[in-house]
T-cell receptor
Framework: SAVISQKPSRDICQRGTSLTIQCQVD?????MFWYRQQPGQSLTLIAT?????????ESGFVIDKFPISRPNLTFSTLTVSNMSPEDSSIYLC?????????FGPGTRLTVT | GENVEQHPSTLSVQEGDSAVIKCTYS??????FPWYKQELGKGPQLIID?????GEKKDQRIAVTLNKTAKHFSLHITETQPEDSAVYFC????????FGKGTSLLVTP
């Protein structure tokens, strides 16, 4: 497994602003992912963060709204842009070793 | 795409009893079936998984069974303890994880 940290752990933001979430892993890993978990709901994959190339987005998620960076094999960022209250969720990064995926602690975002 | 159904949505048991959570899936190509435990305010924790060439796997008080023909798999927790109280998610994978909607387990002393 891996030790995964996220910053910030939580934030309250005003609508129309943007927030960048950081994910740091303690070892190099090829596959990193970003998920959204709306209150009381299951996890939904936003995108796969690819090192050295553009992220691969799932249906319903677009780069303009959720730009992702992956500058190296231990770090990624997710930006939630032009936020609205509907973006209030937990945002989780995960890493994969083979089929096994491990999750960070999450970033709890509230948009007012 | 893959459809994963998980039941029950809530489960309350007394300490020491067993708990069983069941999931069904639609894509027969899925070949990896993990279970996650999510405690309040934390990220999901991988607790056990099973691959498609195995029918059962056990790790201390938890076990997972897989029936590929019927496309269902189950999580069994024996001798439940209050610290087992959490939300449990099943998932399936061929390439990406597809999650069930979760089961909120409450173990009462």
């Amino acid at each position: 497994s891996a030790v995964i940290s996220q910053k910030p752990s939580r934030d309250i933001c005003q609508r129309g602003t943007s927030l960048t979430i950081q994910c740091q892993v303690d070892s190099q890993v090829t596959m990193m992912f970003w998920y959204r978990q709306q209150p009381g709901q299951s996890l939904t994959l936003i995108a796969t963060a690819n090192q050295g190339s553009e992220a691969t987005y799932e249906s319903g998620f677009v780069i303009d709204k959720f730009p992702i960076s992956r500058p190296n094999l231990t770090f990624s960022t997710l930006t939630v842009s032009n936020m609205s209250p509907e973006d209030s969720s937990i945002y989780l990064c995960s890493v994969a070793y083979g089929p096994e995926q491990y999750f960070g602690p999450g970033t709890r975002l509230t948009v007012t | 795409g893959e459809n994963v159904e998980q039941h029950p949505s809530t489960l309350s048991v007394q300490e020491g009893d067993s708990a069983v959570i069941k999931c069904t899936y639609s894509d027969s190509a899925s070949n990896y079936f993990p279970w996650y435990k999510q405690e309040l305010g934390k990220g999901p924790q991988l607790i056990i998984d099973i691959r498609s060439n195995v029918g059962e796997k056990k790790d201390q008080r938890i076990a997972v069974t897989l029936n590929k023909t019927a496309k269902h798999f189950s999580l069994h927790i024996t001798e439940t303890q209050p610290e087992d109280s959490a939300v449990y998610f099943c998932a399936t994978s061929l390439y990406a994880l597809n999650f069930g909607k979760g089961t909120s387990l409450l173990v009462t002393p």
